[in-house]
């Protein structure tokens, strides 16, 4: 069966980002980013409401990093550590060597591609890495920006599942997308 060690947290690059561990320093960001309902509506979660939601969040990243059960980085782009977004293989599916990947921008960075290259070097880290078979990601199926996002990056929608969740009175529909390893060689136990 699969097994995580993210000790040392692995702070992983690209050409213009860095993606680094979330610290409460972030709180702020993290809560401008959670609080905005633009930015929240293909999320159905409840919007932070206080800096201690913020935080909150924050401590439920690092229970996951810490019981290697899942990990979010910090998108900040080089040169400058500030928070701008947050992206992570942070469901895994230990059993099935499979991951969820999850990917938030603040709305200024938004347009940018920066969310495209920071998915293509997280599931690199999630194929080489933490030896997964396949990465899905499970969105909104009116988020047209993600679903593009996602299938520029070799996801294949797998599955639109209909009225499989219950958010604030009413049933939604999701999308699953994903991308299997193409390199995968490993031998499964």
């Given amino acids: 069966m699969l097994t995580l060690n993210f000790s040392p947290f692995p702070v ?4 213009r980002l860095v993606l680094r561990r979330i610290t409460k320093n972030d709180a702020p960001a993290v809560f401008a980013l959670r609080s905005d309902p633009e930015t929240m509506r293909y999320v159905p979660r409840p919007l932070a409401q206080t800096l201690d939601d913020a935080l909150a969040h924050i401590a439920l990243i690092d229970e996951k990093i810490e019981a290697n059960a899942g990990i979010n980085w910090a998108i900040t782009l080089k040169g400058n550590d500030d928070f701008i ?14 991951a969820e990947i999850g990917y938030m921008l603040l709305p200024e960075f938004q347009g940018k591609g920066i969310v495209s290259e920071a998915i293509e070097r997280v599931v690199q880290y999630g194929f080489n890495e933490m030896k997964l078979h ?21 996801f294949v929608k797998e599955a639109h599942l209909r009225e499989n969740e219950f958010w604030q009175g009413k049933f939604l529909d999701t999308v699953i ?13």
């Fill in 12 to 15: 992983l690059e690209t050409d």
């Fill in 177 to 189: 997308y994903a991308i299997i390893n193409p390199n995968d060689t490993n031998t499964y136990q």
């Fill in 85 to 98: 977004g947050i992206i992570g293989n942070f469901r895994v599916e230990f059993e099935n060597y499979r």
């Fill in 134 to 154: 396949s990465i899905e990601a499970i969105i909104d199926p009116e988020n047209i920006a993600s679903a593009r996002v996602l299938e520029k990056n070799g």
